[in-house]
């Protein structure tokens, strides 16, 4: 039986560092969108064929995984919510989860642009994402993104039973996981260090 957290918001949100923070609190595994796009970027080149499947071909199996060997994880991811795909896939991952038993939290952080377009240029992120390290393209992303999607959920579309969501545009890292950690009366796991953020 495992359990799964969705960090979910648009870019520079805040997901990695609250998911971080959750990882660290709960010993959960962590597993961040760009775990997978910056490894497929690396072997097969930025938006190839190749890398959109190993994409999503490595984050399939690392949730497969999860499920069978009983591990807990968080993980982070952009939605666009005006997609039907998104939220098919989200379903998807819920169902993968839930049918194995355990539970599924959807942890949805909202901020202002600005607060995005600050935290976009932290040297935390520029460390953990190579992608975002060409910060003209990474901005130039960010607000297109902003423009040409729906990022956020509209007032009272709730998706899952257990969905939350929350305004960090002034709230740090380790007040968002005790919120998220609170609403949903979760516990820690009592794994060592080593086995949920060995080589972090």
């Not at 949805?108 to 600005?114: F, G, K, Q, T, Y």
């Not at 999607?149 to 002034?170: P, Q, Y």
Request: glycine share 6%; proline share 2%.
């Amino acid at each position: 039986m495992a359990d799964l957290i969705v960090v979910c918001g648009p870019q520079a949100v805040g997901k990695m560092t609250v998911a971080e923070a959750l990882r660290d609190k709960l010993r959960w595994n962590m597993m961040m969108n760009h775990d997978s796009i910056e490894m497929s970027d690396k072997i097969f080149g930025f938006g190839t064929p190749a890398q959109k499947e190993f994409n999503a071909a490595f984050r399939e199996k690392a949730f497969e995984l999860a499920v069978k060997h009983g591990v807990d994880l968080i993980f982070t991811y952009v939605c666009a919510f005006e997609m039907q795909e998104e939220r098919d896939y989200l379903t998807k991952l819920h169902d993968l989860f839930v049918n194995g038993g355990g539970s599924f939290y959807f942890v949805e952080l909202s901020a202002d642009l600005e607060a995005r377009l600050a935290r976009n240029e932290t040297p935390h992120r520029m460390e953990r994402k190579a992608s975002k390290r060409d910060v003209a393209w990474s901005r130039r992303n960010l607000l297109e993104d902003a423009r040409d999607h729906r990022l956020n959920s509209e007032e009272g579309e709730v998706w899952f039973e257990h969905h939350l969501k929350i305004d960090n545009t002034d709230l740090s890292p380790d007040e968002v996981a005790d919120r998220v950690i609170s609403a949903f009366g979760l516990t820690p796991s009592e794994k060592d260090e080593r086995e949920y953020r060995y080589g972090v």
